[in-house]
């Protein structure tokens, strides 16, 4: 597992928060499998080929969207996060999986490694453009390394979400908390994905989460 963490950099200090979570979402995922967004986010994906594709799976947590699809006939997947513990988390499902020898784990800001990270058929965000502040960079990052299969998912625009993330930044600011949540203009988020060449191609949502599911053109 290869790690470009900085102690005291914002990468690790976004890592340690969700470290301190990962054995509850472990646990809530080896009981209760996917979340809704996650089962989404693969209807999505699953219009377009599975077998035999390799997987980028950033923000990945504890591995439950690449890990699935592996088990459903992709080639290879890598994970990047930010959080030692998630991927500690994901690595174990992908042993008693039977698929660790096709994954690959990586520590750290998929932006600052972009450039050492080989294309992939499938790219996924899943709730990761609400936690990374430069998400221009982001989204232009992940979509020049997908070849067909660009998924994510993001905050839905509705009164309850803004108010809770305007709220949570708020809080954030005035006590210096080290985590930060951050409101994007979502429909400029579409329309630079759509820039990089992709169309959409699925959208489902719950209450609180948007999917979107882009192909390129």
Known sequence: MDSCCVPGGSCCETGSFFSRWSRIYA????????EPVQKYLLQGIRLQ??????VLDIGCGVGALHLTLLKEGADR????????GMLREAKR??????????THY????????????????????DKVVCCY????NLVSAATAKTKHTFALSHPKENLLMKS????????????????HLFWHNWDEVASL??????????ENSTISWQVLVYKRK
Do not use: C, N
């Not at 080929?49 to 390799?54: A, C």
């Not at 997947?77 to 030692?84: A, F, L, P, R």
């Not at 008693?96 to 096709?102: N, P, R």
């Not at 994905?193 to 699925?202: D, K, N, P, Q, T």
């Open 93 to 102: 499902f992908a042993e008693d999986s039977g698929v660790a020898a096709h």
């Open 193 to 202: 994905i759509r820039s990089h060449g992709f169309e959409l191609m699925y």
């Open 49 to 54: 080929p599975v077998h035999g594709t390799s």
């Open 164 to 179: 809770l993330f305007k709220g949570h930044m708020v809080l954030a600011k005035i006590l210096r908390w080290s985590f």
């Open 27 to 34: 646990k809530r995922f080896r009981s209760g499998g996917l």
């Open 77 to 84: 997947s890598v994970g990047i996060d930010m959080s030692e």
């Open 133 to 136: 502040a430069d998400v221009e």
């Open 106 to 125: 990586v520590v750290g800001d998929f932006v600052q490694l972009s450039s050492r990270m080989t294309e992939s058929d499938i790219t996924i965000l």
